[in-house]
């Protein structure tokens, strides 16, 4: 360790966000609000209606609409789990209460095989969101103004050829945010320059390690070796020619997990990124399958003698900031996600929340293509258990269990947000009750439990 920049971290109760302070807190908010006029949704509308805003009123009205997005973000949730089952009609509590985001599948393809990856426990199938699919979904997004989608969710989204279009279609259609996550193991001067032409407000890179064999350890490539060297100027290169092009957007994010091996390289990590990325991010561990050790063996004995000590379960949830501090969980808290968004898989099965990595609890349809994603998980397996190229390292994959089985019926967006599966979920959620939803009982999303410090 370098031993230059470390001071200690802050966590936020309930919060799997760590921060540096000496990283100064990006506002995302806030910028975007800033730079609206550059955002590529807000341009395309002034072009399609061949406006000019010379009092700078339609400018306005998008950046209340985006204000209100980020506000709602944290407020529906809590609001709308207060007034569930009150007097309120089914119309008028939904006449407010819409999703905030949908994350859409565009590619459930992974390069990498990554150990701490839900991917290398739960079989995902190897296939692409097709274009058809994916306007269908934007076409209705716009038209109902959902304010933001993610266009990845159980994979690379860059291993779709077409994502680029997509995004620039997105914007064109007027969302507001548009945003991926990515592992930029893809992301070559070519499709650097493709990324930045395309309209995309938000890119986050996903890099765990501050140095090279932890990286490698903790993202090694599924069909050939993926290294450090050509990730980190992958990333560095789409940076500069960000820059060179004097482009305000996308705003870049670049987040690093938090195990064993990478809780003493955060120093490094912001060395290697500071001044290249506008929002440099440590995340708490979050288990997925692959029993990765997240402690060292001091913070495990405190652990352990804490839960002797208190007579706990020996598995309860806990989580370790940073700078060393322990948290276990002292009861759970109804689920955010549930009043913010809907996961839309590849074919067009509709799962809600991102925690459900099998899409194991399934809401709903949007596509037909939808009712049979089992036959594509079948083909992986068959590759798993035949030890073909690019499947040895998913070897432990299982086939996802079926946890919910909708009727195989296709329903737009807003009718799956207000079915009545969502809506025994909520009310579970509501009652406190979690460990009545298979999906929900062990769930690793941090935001689902109260904590306490142990120290
Ligand atoms: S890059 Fe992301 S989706 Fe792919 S294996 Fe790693 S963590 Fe999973
Ligand atoms: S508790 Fe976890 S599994 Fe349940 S809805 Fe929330 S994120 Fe999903």
């Given at each position: 360790m370098?031993?230059?920049?470390?001071?200690?971290?802050?966590?936020s109760?309930?919060?799997?966000?760590?921060t540096?302070?000496?990283?100064?807190?990006?506002?995302?908010?806030?910028?975007?609000?800033k730079n609206?006029?550059?955002?590529s949704?807000?341009?395309?509308?002034?072009?399609?209606?061949?406006?000019?805003?010379?009092d700078?009123?339609?400018?306005?009205?998008?950046?209340?609409r985006?204000?209100?997005y980020?506000?709602?973000w944290?407020s529906?949730?809590?609001?709308?789990?207060?007034n569930?089952?009150?007097?309120i009609?089914?119309k008028?509590?939904?006449?407010t209460v819409?999703?905030?985001?949908?994350?859409?599948?565009?590619a459930?393809?992974?390069?990498l095989a990554?150990p701490?990856?839900?991917?290398?426990?739960?079989?995902?199938?190897?296939?692409?969101m097709n274009?058809?699919?994916?306007?269908?979904?934007?076409?209705?997004i716009?038209a109902?103004?959902i304010?933001?989608?993610?266009?990845?969710?159980?994979?690379?989204p860059?291993l779709?050829?077409?994502?680029y279009?997509?995004?620039?279609?997105s914007?064109?259609?007027?969302?507001?945010?548009?945003?991926?996550n990515?592992?930029?193991t893809?992301?070559?001067?070519?499709?650097s320059?493709k990324?930045?032409?395309s309209?995309?407000?938000?890119?986050?890179?996903?890099?765990?390690?501050?140095?090279?064999s932890?990286?490698e350890?903790?993202?090694?490539?599924?069909?050939?070796?993926n290294?450090?060297?050509n990730?980190?100027?992958n990333?560095?290169?789409?940076?500069e020619l960000?820059?060179?092009?004097?482009q305000?957007?996308p705003i870049?994010?670049i987040?690093?997990?938090?195990?064993?091996?990478?809780?003493?390289e955060?120093?490094e990590?912001?060395e290697?990124?500071?001044?290249?990325?506008?929002?440099?991010t440590?995340?708490?561990?979050q288990?997925r399958?692959g029993k990765?050790?997240?402690?060292?063996k001091?913070?495990?004995?405190?652990?352990?003698?804490?839960?002797?000590?208190?007579?706990?379960?020996?598995?309860?949830?806990?989580?370790?900031?940073?700078?060393?501090k322990?948290?276990?969980?002292?009861?759970r808290i109804?689920?955010?996600?549930?009043?913010?968004?809907?996961?839309i898989?590849?074919?067009?099965?509709?799962?809600?929340?991102?925690h459900?990595?099998g899409a194991?609890?399934?809401?709903?349809?949007?596509?037909?293509?939808?009712?049979?994603e089992i036959?594509?998980?079948k083909?992986?397996?068959?590759?798993i258990?035949?030890?073909?190229?690019?499947?040895?390292?998913?070897?432990?994959?299982?086939?996802?269990?079926?946890?919910n089985?909708p009727e195989k019926k296709?329903?737009?967006?807003?009718?799956?947000?207000?079915n009545?599966e969502?809506?025994?979920?909520?009310?579970i959620h509501?009652?406190?009750?979690?460990s009545?939803?298979?999906?929900?009982?062990?769930?690793?999303?941090?935001?689902?439990?109260?904590?306490?410090s142990?120290?």
């Open positions: 370098s031993g230059t920049i470390y001071t200690p971290q802050e966590i109760k309930g919060s799997a966000h760590v540096s302070k000496l990283n100064k807190k990006f506002d995302r908010t806030d910028f975007m609000i609206m006029k550059y955002n949704a807000y341009k395309n509308h002034l072009l399609q209606n061949k406006l000019e805003d010379g700078f009123l339609i400018l306005k009205d998008f950046k209340e985006y204000s209100e980020r506000k709602k944290k529906q949730p809590v609001e709308a789990f207060k569930l089952g009150k007097n009609t089914e008028s509590f939904f006449e819409k999703p905030l985001c949908i994350d859409i599948e565009t459930a393809i992974c390069d990554c701490h990856c839900y991917r290398e426990y739960l079989i995902t199938p190897d296939k692409i274009e058809k699919l994916f306007k269908k979904i934007i076409d209705e716009s109902i103004k304010p933001s989608i993610k266009l990845n969710w159980r994979g690379e860059l779709n050829p077409k994502i279009d997509f995004i620039s279609y914007k064109k259609m007027g969302i507001l945010e548009v945003s991926i990515t592992n930029a893809q992301l070559n001067l070519s499709n320059s990324l930045l032409d309209g995309i407000d938000l890119v986050i890179f996903s890099f765990d390690g501050g140095t090279n932890t990286y350890k903790m993202r090694p490539g599924r069909f050939k070796k290294t450090f060297e990730v980190y100027q990333i560095k290169k789409f940076c960000k820059k060179k092009r004097k305000i957007f870049t994010k987040q690093m997990v938090l195990t064993e091996n990478s809780r003493d955060v120093d990590f912001y290697l990124f500071g001044g290249l990325i506008n929002d440099i440590v995340t708490q561990y288990e399958g990765i050790d997240d402690l060292k001091n913070q495990k004995d405190r652990l352990n003698k804490y839960i002797y000590k208190n007579n706990l379960d020996q598995n309860v949830p806990y989580m370790v900031s940073p700078d060393d322990i948290f276990v969980s002292t009861s109804p689920c955010e996600q549930l009043f913010q968004r809907l996961m898989t590849y074919s067009g099965k509709v799962g809600m929340c991102c459900d990595w194991k609890h399934t809401v709903g349809y949007i596509d037909e293509k939808g009712f049979d036959e594509d998980i083909k992986v397996k068959k590759n258990v035949n030890k073909n190229k690019g499947f040895t390292l998913l070897k432990d994959a299982k086939l996802p269990e079926e946890l089985k296709v329903q737009n967006i807003i009718d799956i947000w207000k009545e969502l809506k025994k979920v909520r009310q509501k009652e406190k009750k979690v009545q939803l298979k999906v929900c009982e062990n769930c690793t999303f941090k935001e689902t439990y109260n904590w306490k142990i120290d």
